[in-house]
């Protein structure tokens, strides 16, 4: 019903916002990749009366002025997000905490509006709770922190009371405040914690929808899928699974951070999408056979509808 009305809304700011983010249809989609991070963007870089006066203004120059400033802060965002992911990265990287069973990282000056993305990536990289910090001159240390499921970050975090100062949240996401002095011993007893928790043990799951072959879709297939929007955290996009498939063809896109693929089975050759796991274009050849886990899309460009698979795991074919 919300989308309906978005679709139809009289709100000059919002209309405005939609023409900018370039999304022809309103769906979900558009919602989480292109509405929601320019208005959370304002709150997160401390501006967040502006995404309120968008809303509110009644006056198209104004309303103009204001989403170009929300776009504004989102590449702002972007950028400063980007930073310190590559600089927690370096950190992780010389200090080999990859190897711990949770990843603990303390920045200067880091960015406290972004710092919880920036966890909620270098979990999802490395599969493991991870607790970003950010310290300032006066030695206090606000952070971010985010955990998989089956490891209860908030409960961890209550075993830990003798080294932190502040803390809240709940079992998936946490803020906290701690001195730097007692850095060490906090990520000692964290460690400790985590450790008598079997955290290793905790595997991703991906579930299935269905398994099937490059034959059976088309591009009504496709389309079809789309009558069970709005998907989400509550009805999640279907994936399904394709097996033995042969790659064609294999690059990393964007600096080597995305991995682009053709892949095929019999006459039928199908594009495929892996966000963020490029690296993997070095564990891949021409001729591999791979089981991909994905969902199916449409991507459209230069006016062009291809079928594609956004790939959310690939492994060699068993």
């Not at 700011?13 to 929601?36: M, N, P, Q, R």
């Not at 490395?126 to 209860?152: A, T, V, W």
């Amino acid at each position: 019903l919300g989308l309906k009305l978005v679709e139809v809304t009289k709100n000059l700011g919002l209309k405005t916002l939609l023409e900018v983010t370039g999304y022809k249809k309103i769906d979900s989609t558009t919602i989480s990749f292109g509405i929601a991070p320019r208005l959370n963007a304002c709150g997160r870089l401390g501006k967040a009366e502006e995404a309120l006066e968008l809303f509110l203004s009644k006056d198209i120059y104004e309303v103009n002025d204001l989403t170009k400033k929300l776009n504004e802060h989102n590449r702002k965002r972007q950028e400063t997000e980007k930073s310190i992911f590559e600089n927690a990265l370096q950190k992780i990287e010389k200090e080999h905490l990859e190897k711990n069973k949770a990843i603990i990282v303390g920045g200067e000056n880091w960015h406290h509006g972004v710092i919880g993305i920036v966890s909620s990536k270098i979990t999802e990289m490395y599969f493991k709770p991870s607790i970003l910090l950010s310290f300032e001159e006066d030695g206090i240390g606000k952070g971010s922190g985010r955990s998989i499921p089956g490891f209860d970050l908030h409960d961890a975090l209550m075993k830990c009371l003798d080294t932190i100062e502040k803390f809240g949240g709940h079992s998936m996401a946490v803020g906290i405040t701690i001195k730097k002095d007692k850095l060490e011993e906090f990520k000692k007893e964290f460690e400790e914690i985590a450790t008598e928790s079997h955290i290793e043990e905790i595997v991703p799951i991906i579930n299935i929808d269905s398994k099937i072959g490059l034959g059976d879709i088309n591009k009504e297939m496709v389309e079809s899928l789309k009558q069970l929007e709005p998907f989400g955290e509550g009805n999640k996009m279907p994936i399904f699974a394709f097996k033995n498939l042969k790659i064609d063809s294999i690059r990393a896109l964007s600096e080597g951070k995305h991995l682009k693929l053709t892949l095929k089975e019999d006459n039928y050759i199908i594009n495929a999408i892996g966000f963020n796991i490029g690296n993997l274009s070095e564990e891949y050849r021409i001729g591999d056979k791979v089981d991909i886990a994905g969902v199916l899309e449409i991507n459209t460009f230069n006016g062009v509808d291809n079928l594609q698979i956004n790939i959310k795991d690939i492994m060699k074919s068993i």
